[in-house]
């Protein structure tokens, strides 16, 4: 499974006619609800490749989720074709500028693109941002990090909820340990 991260002018019908000009027909439409952003589903005849498109309020941004047997040379497209944004290219250009990290959208499409399983690199940066000094984007990176929920957060959900200078960060962070907590205990049964 990868995650691409779309602009907002790449627009349904653009990603439609994308999943179309490729065999793709269209599955489902899921819609947003509390619990999960809205989710149109493109899926090959022989039901081996998916593509799903979500525009995430809770994050801001929209991306695309490529899954199955044509998914890197469709991945590969996407990215291409739509401008899209791999986890691949966003650590390349941090690693030429780890600052850029500091603004709102690549903190977003950070957590977005963040593998299930660990990736220090990811975790690198999300721990510089939980530390910075602007209580915005530790709130904004707090936000984020509920993405990948990896254990390794843990012990800094625990440091901000505790001891962030700033009440808001603190108790922001207070709730996203609780929710952190919540799903690794789900995720273990």
């Known amino acids: 499974m990868q995650r691409i991260v779309i602009e907002d002018r790449v627009t349904r019908w653009k990603v439609s006619c994308f999943a179309a000009d490729r065999g793709l027909v269209f599955y489902d439409k899921v819609p947003e609800s509390d619990a999960n952003p809205e989710e149109i589903i493109w899926i090959s005849r022989d039901s081996a490749t998916r593509l799903h498109r979500l525009d995430d309020r809770f994050a801001g941004v929209a991306y695309l989720v490529v899954d199955g047997a044509d998914e890197a040379s469709l991945a590969a497209d996407a990215i291409e074709e739509l401008d899209g944004l791999s986890l691949a290219t966003l650590l390349a250009a941090l690693a030429v500028d780890a600052d850029a ?62 001891a962030d200078p700033d009440l808001e960060v603190r108790e922001r962070a207070a709730v996203a340990l609780a929710a952190f907590r919540r799903h690794l205990a789900d995720a273990a049964t």
């Open 101 to 162: 990290a500091r603004s709102f959208p690549v903190i977003a499409s950070l957590g977005v693109l963040a593998p299930q399983s660990f990736e220090p690199r990811v975790f690198g940066h999300f721990a510089r941002l939980l530390a910075d000094e602007d209580p915005s984007l530790r709130s904004k990176a707090l936000t984020a990090a509920a993405y990948p929920t990896w254990p390794e957060f843990l012990p800094l959900l625990e440091a901000m909820a505790s």
